[in-house]
C-alpha cells in the first residue's frame, strides 16, 4: 500500500496520482499522452494513456467506482444535503461550544422530504432549547421515518485537534452497513456491477492489446475498507477478462491531519 499526498482537494487528475506511484514504485518513466476517452467519442477507450518511450510501453487506466449498497452514492449525497438544511436551520446557534447533530447513516427519501424532516427537527430544537442549555440531550423521530438526536459535545468525547465551536454531524450506521460481505458468494446486485465493470473493460481495453492495462476501482461504502485477500477472492470466484492486466483500489481520504491524498494496493 502507497499514500501519495495531494493538497488542495481532489483538483488533482487522478491519474496522475497513481502513474505518479507506478514511477516513483516502479522504476517506470510513463507520460502523459491523451485522455483518450476524451480524444475519441468514435469508440470505447479507457480514460487514460501514458507512455514509458525508453522501454517502448503504453500504460492504459480506467478507473470505476463500485459501491455497497448499490445505491451508497446517491444515499450518502442525501447525507449531506440534509446535514446542509441543517446546517441552514440552526445558524441561529450561539457559538459559545460545540453541538452534535446525530443522524442515520444513508438517509432515504426524496430531497424535498429530506429538507423538510431537517426543518421540523429544527424547530423541535429551537422549542427545547431550554433543555439543551442546562446540558440535556434531545431526541426525536420525524414522522415515524427519521430518528435524530441533538446536544452539546461532552468535553470526554471531543477529539483532540477538533474544533471547540460550532457544529457537527455524526451518521449512525444501521443493520444494513458495515455488515459482513462474502466474498466468495456477492450479493446478486454486486456480483453484477464487478461483471459490467470488466464488460466495460474489455471494450475500452480492445485495441491496446500490447499496452499495460490496469483498472482502478474507488470502492466506497462497505466495500471502502475490504482488505486485500477479500477482494483476491473475489477475483478467484468472478476472474477478470484477459483484457485486465492489473486491478489496484485507489481510494482518496485523509492521510493525516489537513492533509488528504491518495491511497494505493494492488489487488490482482
Known sequence: MTCIPQSGGCE???TEAFVEHLNQTGGC???HRACSDVASRQVPQPEALYEDSGRNMQ???ERKSISWPI????RHKKSHITAEQFSKELSWLPSDDL???RLPMLLEGTETELQGFALKASRQIRSNWQRVAAGSALRGNVDGR????FGRVPD????ENAPRKGLKFTFVGGSSLFNFIDPANLPHELSSAVQEI????????ASYSQARRVLALDPHGDLRHQGTEWWKEVFFVLQPPAEIDEIWSATFDWLEEDLEGWTFERLQ
Open 12 to 14: 488533482r487528475p487522478f
Open 29 to 31: 518513466r510513463y507520460v
Open 59 to 61: 500504460l492504459v487506466i
Open 71 to 74: 445505491d451508497y452514492p446517491y
Open 99 to 101: 453541538y452534535e447533530v
Open 146 to 149: 427519521w430518528p435524530w438526536a
Open 156 to 159: 470526554w468525547e471531543r477529539e
Open 198 to 205: 470488466y464488460s466495460r473493460c474489455v471494450k475500452k481495453f
